[in-house]
């Protein structure tokens, strides 16, 4: 789409600052609708040169106040043949929002997923969401670095992260990080809503994912049924890691809580009533929402030894979800079951129960 396009800056004589000085204002004109940005500089009116429209050489500042004006003036000139050039339609507010967005520094791709880094970080310190959630960020950033080096740059104007090179993350995702169909949707979700984040602030004219869409599988879902689960509660192990694995397992298959709840567990919400009844209360950590859970006997049996053992204020020891799925893979061959066991697939077992 053809546009009529110009700017220029100027001074805003009308209303002076305290010391006597001008702001220095830019006005982009398209299609002769126009829209005013103050670039937070100010001189004095006898030091601007209106036919040149720049600062005179009788400001000490000139040369710098100048130089900034022409970077000013050579990055919404890129943006406008950008924008030019793939076809898109373009209003001086547009151009204006993207000044103010990034100014004449418009960040990187990397710059963009750093800042989520930093904000998860926070918010996850502040209690808000969970590390692992956190973690997820950081381990996005790490791949789009990959990525980047992958295509021979160290990072990427955010601009040129297009529908091409879209389809070459993903494929950089199912091929180079070897990611399943399922797990390349999740990764690519996260980088949609980094990239969303900056198309709302005006950071970037176009969202590149408006035609991109993402693609997933049916995956079965196995779970455990109650022989298999009686199986497991009645073996006899000899190792104690194995041990406090299936405890904490089958406390979750009759209780219904999710790992990341098990490892935030603590002996003071578990409460007993006159009756010798036993009940955990507490928030989920994916929801927030309260929670209060009767105990079968399976359970409480469980509660209660590990209410009695050790110190620690957490009912349970402390094991990575990594390692979880790694013992309760070894535990599931040593109970001749071969299907695939994880905390995820108590989603299913509790169900059944």
């Not at 991109?212 to 890691?241: A, F, T, V, W």
Request: net charge positive; proline share 3%.
């Amino acid at each position: 789409m053809r546009h009529s396009f110009s700017i220029y800056f100027y001074l805003k004589r009308r209303k002076l600052q305290k010391d006597s000085k001008s702001t220095i204002m830019l006005r982009i004109i398209v299609n002769n609708k126009a829209a005013d940005v103050s670039l937070k500089m100010s001189i004095l009116q006898e030091h601007w040169d209106k036919q040149n429209r720049r600062v005179s050489d009788m400001n000490p500042e000139a040369h710098d106040i100048n130089a900034y004006l022409d970077k000013v003036s050579s990055t919404l000139q890129h943006h406008y043949r950008q924008a030019q050039l793939e076809g898109k339609h373009l209003t001086a507010s547009m151009l204006k929002q993207r000044f103010m967005a990034t100014g004449s520094n418009p960040p990187s791709l990397l710059e963009i997923f750093d800042k989520q880094v930093k904000d998860a970080d926070r918010l996850a310190h502040a209690g808000q969401i969970s590390m692992s959630h956190s973690n997820r960020h950081k381990l996005i950033y790490r791949r789009l670095e990959e990525f980047c080096k992958k295509i021979g740059r160290q990072n990427m104007p955010l601009e040129q992260f297009n529908r091409q090179m879209i389809h070459e993350l993903e494929l950089f995702f199912r091929t180079d990080c070897r990611l399943s169909i399922n797990t390349t949707a999740k990764m690519m979700s996260m980088v949609r809503k980094g990239i969303l984040w900056a198309y709302r602030c005006g950071i970037i004219l176009t969202n590149p994912f408006s035609t991109y869409r993402i693609k997933k599988e049916e995956s079965q879902k196995q779970y455990l049924n109650r022989q298999e689960i009686i199986r497991i509660m009645g073996k006899r192990l000899d190792i104690p890691r194995l041990v406090s694995i299936r405890d904490i397992f089958i406390f979750s298959c009759f209780t219904g809580i999710a790992y990341s709840d098990i490892c935030r567990l603590r002996k003071d919400q578990i409460i007993s009533d006159s009756s010798n009844g036993m009940y955990i209360h507490l928030y989920r950590t994916k929801t927030n929402h309260p929670a209060f859970i009767p105990l079968l006997p399976q359970a409480k049996k469980i509660a209660s030894f590990y209410i009695r053992k050790g110190e620690s204020e957490y009912l349970f020891p402390t094991i990575s979800n990594q390692k979880s799925n790694a013992y309760l893979k070894e535990l599931a061959d040593i109970c001749h079951i071969r299907k695939r066991v994880t905390f995820h697939s108590l989603e299913h077992n509790k169900i059944y129960i």
